[in-house]
């Protein structure tokens, strides 16, 4: 699954963003894109971890600020690696369609 992550110092790197997401996500890769403003890099981020935790880590980060810049992640759409942590639902809080 990924997750682009805006927001970052020019000084941001691969490594640096891996090891700041750690305790959130299980970060598979990082690629960092350096397009536009110098200061003002983005990163795309492979994380292996289940839709719901992704979405619940992203919206409890939401707004935090790092060195006095916002940070935004933002899940992008269509994505063919996702899956749900369904197994850990009660019956009644999940649909079964066949």
């Not at 299980?26 to 994380?47: C, F, Q, T, Y």
Request: a negative charge.
């Amino acid at each position: 699954m990924q997750v682009i992550l805006s927001g970052l110092h020019c000084d941001a790197c691969e490594d640096s963003v891996t090891e700041g997401l750690k305790p959130f996500f299980h970060v598979k890769n990082v690629s960092m894109i350096r397009e536009g403003l110098e200061d003002n890099p983005w990163a795309l981020i492979e994380v292996h971890d289940s839709y719901e935790h992704v979405w619940n880590v992203c919206n409890q980060l939401r707004g935090v600020f790092h060195r006095g810049k916002k940070l935004h992640f933002y899940i992008p759409l269509h994505q063919e690696d996702v899956f749900h942590d369904f197994h850990n639902l009660e019956p009644h809080q999940r649909i079964n369609i066949l």
